[in-house]
């Protein structure tokens, strides 16, 4: 196992054969590992792979068989609705390490007006296995809407939501056939469409039978588990919804942010589980 060493310290060519390391108390920003694992390793890609290929495979035992919803409060009159998805965006669908990279090297943190530029460029990269489930699910007759974070803010008098366009550009880019601005429900665009998703996802449910769900982070899949929750309250959470893992929901890797974080209180060495 590589033995990964913090060194956020100068490098001085001394001469071209010896290279001095001077080390200073300056500490490695905390997404480094993250980030380079979502960026470099093959253990990233084959998850992310794998979690889409398992999609693929229960995509035609979820459209046969009319009883089967991927949310738990779909209940009642649903079986002959149209057959929906619903994918998050961000670290779902689309691959935004390059804005946690210009976090780390130009050492800042995450920031509106950075993220809403990263969102304007729109070159975000898809995420391994992504763009292939979305346009074999569309192909057969599968709605796939995504439901996503990224916030209409106004950047000038033209739009109230450039943020949309821009991502149903970028997911255009990354090869997505079929996207429109029906499919695409963004925070903010209406007044109830707040972070918490769970209003989106009813009203996918009165249109649609809901048959999977895809994220990276649990609010994704749940209500009530972005704040006031523990870690330990969580865990039991997903394991209450065992059977619908790797079944009807299917998560995605996302060490570098995400509620898993934010819930945390400081400092967060407390949670670390170590012996004596
Ligand atoms: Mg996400």
Known sequence: M?????VTSALYLLSASSIAIAETSKPTHDNLNSTLWYQTSAEFRANSIQTYRQAEFMLPTLLTDKKATALTNQTANYADLPPAIIVDIDETILDNSPSAAHEI?????????????????????AVPGAVKFVNMAQQQGVKVLFISNRECKPRDQKSSCP????????????GIKQVDSNQVWLKSEQ????SEKESRRIL????FRVIMLMGDDFGDFLPNVKKNITPAQRLELVDK??????TRWFMLT?????????????????YLQSYE
């Open 105 to 125: 090297k130009f050492n800042h943190g995450f920031d509106a007006k950075n993220w809403d530029r990263w969102v304007s460029l729109k070159q975000a990269k």
């Open 254 to 270: 996302n060490p570098t942010y995400g509620s898993w974080e934010t819930i945390l209180e400081q400092p967060k060495t407390k």
């Open 2 to 6: 590589t033995k990964l060493i913090a």
């Open 191 to 194: 007044a109830d469409w707040t």
């Open 241 to 246: 919804h065992e059977m619908y893992w790797g």
């Open 204 to 207: 996918a449910a009165n249109k």
């Open 163 to 174: 943020q949309k366009d821009d991502t149903i550009a970028n997911l255009k880019l990354v």
